[in-house]
């Protein structure tokens, strides 16, 4: 991990893809799909688009559809879209106006009913976004 | 703190990168890169691969590169291995770069 990581800076715009990361940490704005190990979204930064990570830590805004192990909401984070997690913080202040849903992964015992009709909801309407 | 982006060198970004605002301006390249980059001053570093576009202010170039280059001053180091071609107005090219392509001078505008 002494490798350094990747830094989008503030007054950078990137749009496209990000693969093969390891850590990004932006400070400006991304409009991408990343998969990697560690993703810092800085104050100033915003970032749309997919993120398939194992940590994410939001302190700008975010709006797309996240797959994480572990989320971090700073108090200064807005957050819009759908996020997928095994286990979230959210500080007090921070702005969430998505669909959060824990343990997706198929492989942990849903426990009720209701579970599974969350999962058969989201497939329904990632379908429906496909078609969109 | 200095705003520089940094591709680090396992990474692969595809798309459009665009430093120009004034809050940023320096992109340091030691990943892969395929489309268009706008910056002040660009560095591709040893090791680095870069696919397509540069419009900079001024660009130092010492991985592989492929596309055109459009800046006011151009560094090719001795590991640069340059295939296209470059706009520029200063020129420096050490011994050992690989170069082939045109080069002319920056077009007025």
Redesign the interface.
């Known amino acids: 991990m002494a490798e350094k990581m990747t830094t989008i800076g503030a007054g950078a715009h990137f749009k496209g893809k990000i693969s093969n990361a390891s850590t990004i940490e932006v400070s400006g704005i991304v409009e991408a799909d990343v998969a990697t190990e560690k993703l810092t979204i800085n104050e100033s930064g915003k970032f749309g688009g997919s993120i398939h990570s194992k940590l994410v830590v939001v302190s700008g805004s975010y709006d797309g559809n996240m797959i994480a192990d572990s989320v971090w909401l700073m108090p200064s984070s807005r957050v819009s879209g759908e996020i997928k997690y095994k286990s979230l913080q959210l500080d007090r202040g921070a702005a969430l106006n998505c669909r959060v849903i824990q343990n997706w992964d198929e492989k942990t015992p849903s426990n009720s009913a209701s579970e599974d009709a969350k999962i058969a909801a989201t497939s329904n309407k990632d379908s429906s976004e496909v078609k969109a | 703190m200095a705003?520089?982006?940094?591709?680090?060198?396992?990474?692969?970004?595809?798309?459009?990168?665009?430093?120009t605002?004034?809050?940023?301006?320096?992109?340091v390249l030691?990943?892969h890169f395929k489309?268009e980059m706008r910056a002040i001053d660009v560095k591709l570093e040893t090791g680095s691969t870069f696919n397509g576009k540069i419009f900079a202010h001024s660009t130092e170039v010492g991985g592989k590169m492929n596309g055109d280059i459009e800046t006011k001053s151009l560094k090719l180091t001795s590991s640069a291995r340059f295939e296209g071609s470059i706009f520029t107005d200063e020129l420096a090219i050490d011994v050992g770069a690989e170069v082939s392509g045109s080069i002319s001078k920056l077009q007025k505008s």
């Open positions: 705003e520089v982006t940094y591709i680090s060198p396992e990474i692969m970004m595809e798309g459009t990168l665009d430093v605002s004034a809050k940023g301006s320096t992109v030691a990943g489309g």
